[in-house]
T-cell receptor
Framework: QKEVEQNSGPLSVPEGAIASLNCTYS??????FFWYRQYSGKSPELIMS????GDKEDGRFTAQLNKASQYVSLLIRDSQPSDSATYLC????????????FGSGTRLSIRP | GAVVSQHPSWVICKSGTSVKIECRSL??????MFWYRQFPKQSLMLMAT?????????EQGVEKDKFLINHASLTLSTLTVTSAHPEDSSFYIC?????????FGSGTRLTVV
């Protein structure tokens, strides 16, 4: 079992709709959770971080964390073509406390 | 916000030569930096953790004699790919953690011909 799992996609969403990206992790003691966006040929950029159960909203983005289910998600409201990218889920603070472990990423495509 | 500067952004080298990649934290001190490698359509794979003033910690399967890491100051870590081969061609990215989250350098596209 991979430490951080994501559906590779591609996930196709119409412009203006809500895009929902999901991620599960295996290390139950993980403490910090991140969503990164990566455009092709570029390095990742941090979108959201979440540390406690529940929802965290920042503009059009909402991160959701459920530690009991070892599940973290990212919702993108009012999806725009510029949101088309690969979204990486990352987890830190588990058994390997100093390291951040990335999922394989979900490719999101927003169709006009 | 915290910035990590990585240089060069791309490099082409001949097989058998060595290439050095620099990673600098511009407005914060980084006692620890991380080096990743990313092959096309794959996720980031952690290669090693660079520690200021001490030896780097390499992930399983990463040759420490091939990928030399030096973290001589609180703002600079370097990765040297020695005796590069075409299979070393990849996107190399460094990262540091200022306060919250991890900030990435812009990456170095290495092509070995």
């Amino acid at each position: 079992q991979k430490e951080v799992e994501q559906n590779s996609g591609p996930l196709s969403v119409p412009e203006g709709a809500i895009a929902s990206l999901n991620c599960t992790y295996s290390d139950r003691v993980s403490q910090s959770f991140f969503w990164y966006r990566q455009y092709s040929g570029k390095s990742p950029e941090l979108i959201m971080s979440i540390y406690s159960n529940g929802d965290k909203e920042d503009g059009r983005f909402t991160a959701q964390l459920n530690k009991a289910s070892q599940y973290v998600s990212l919702l993108i409201r009012d999806s725009q073509p510029s949101d088309s990218a690969t979204y990486l889920c990352a987890v830190n603070g588990g058994s390997s406390a100093s390291k951040i472990i990335f999922g394989s990423g979900t490719r999101l495509s927003i169709r006009p | 916000g915290a910035v990590v500067s990585q240089h060069p952004s791309w490099v082409i080298c001949k097989s058998g030569t060595s290439v050095k990649i620099e990673c600098r934290s511009l407005d914060f001190q980084a006692t620890t930096m991380f080096w990743y490698r990313q092959f096309p359509k794959q996720s980031l794979m952690l290669m090693a953790t660079s520690n200021e003033g001490s030896k780097a910690t390499y992930e399983q399967g990463v040759e420490k004699d091939k990928f030399l890491i030096n973290h001589a100051s609180l703002t600079l870590s370097t990765l040297t790919v020695t005796s590069a081969h075409p299979e070393d061609s990849s996107f190399y990215i460094c990262s540091a953690r200022p306060v919250y989250g991890y900030t990435f350098g812009s990456g170095t596209r290495l092509t070995v011909v």
